[in-house]
């Protein structure tokens, strides 16, 4: 069973600032590490994923580091917006099952103005 | 494409009744399963399916059953429901393998157990 630790529980982030959510995990796994983006009242949706092979991906504002040695990996929002709140959540593949993820607890953005 | 379809969105249950919640996608996915989300424990697995006719336990299984008879659809079944399943239900989908990480999830359907 994978165990998936995600930081911080709750962040505020002032308009235009950096929002970095970290994600640590115990069972190395082969497959790519998502996050998912869910504002309230909706279900979770893909908003970036990385290959465990690579350090960094960016798309837009949001970037994923990714440190496999020390099995952690981070979502960096730059340019943060108010349209950016939401919840946040990290995944990681469970090895050896292939559809099952597990997710951490989440984290929930407020960018204020 | 509709995607992930749930049906009921709200649903308030004394306990003891039972229920199916249901869960319908159109992508032609093999793979689906069902998470429940409560405050501060992310989302936590249910069941899941690798294809019509297959079906394994999640992480919290107790309480719950489920059928594949279809590729399309996966509803989730409450036994004898109790406060404690009090939670928002979401059904997702993926094509699995190497896309795993790419989940599609329904709306989600609120219940509440009294």
């Known amino acids: 069973q994978q165990q998936v630790k995600q930081s911080p529980q709750s962040l505020i982030v002032q308009k235009g600032g950096i929002s970095i959510i970290n994600c640590a995990y115990e069972n190395t796994a082969f497959d790519y590490f998502p996050w998912y983006q869910q504002f309230p009242g909706k279900g979770p949706a893909l908003l970036i994923a990385?290959?465990?092979?690579?350090s960094e991906k960016k798309e837009g504002r949001f970037t994923i580091s990714f440190n496999k040695s020390a099995k952690q990996f981070s979502l960096h929002i730059m340019d943060s917006q108010p349209g950016d709140s939401a919840t946040y959540f990290c995944?990681?593949?469970?090895?050896?099952?292939?559809?099952?993820?597990?997710f951490g607890t989440g984290t929930r953005l407020q960018v204020t103005l | 494409n509709a995607g992930v379809t749930q049906t009921p969105k709200f649903q308030v249950l004394k306990t003891g009744q039972s229920m199916t919640l249901q869960c319908a996608q159109d992508m032609n996915h093999e793979y689906m399963s069902w998470y429940r989300q409560d405050p501060g424990m992310g989302l936590r697995l249910i069941h899941y399916s690798v294809g019509a006719g297959i079906t394994d336990q999640g992480e919290v299984p107790n309480g719950y059953n489920v059928s594949r008879s279809t590729t399309e659809d996966f509803p989730l079944r409450l036994l004898s429901a109790a406060p404690s399943q009090t939670s928002v239900y979401f059904c997702?989908?993926?094509?699995?393998?190497?896309?795993?990480?790419?989940?599609?999830f329904g709306p989600g359907t609120r219940l509440t157990v009294l």
């Open positions: 995944a990681v593949p469970n090895t050896g099952t292939a559809s099952k993820l597990t």
């Open positions: 990385i290959r465990p092979d690579v």
């Open positions: 997702a989908s993926t094509l699995g393998g190497q896309r795993r990480s790419e989940q599609f």
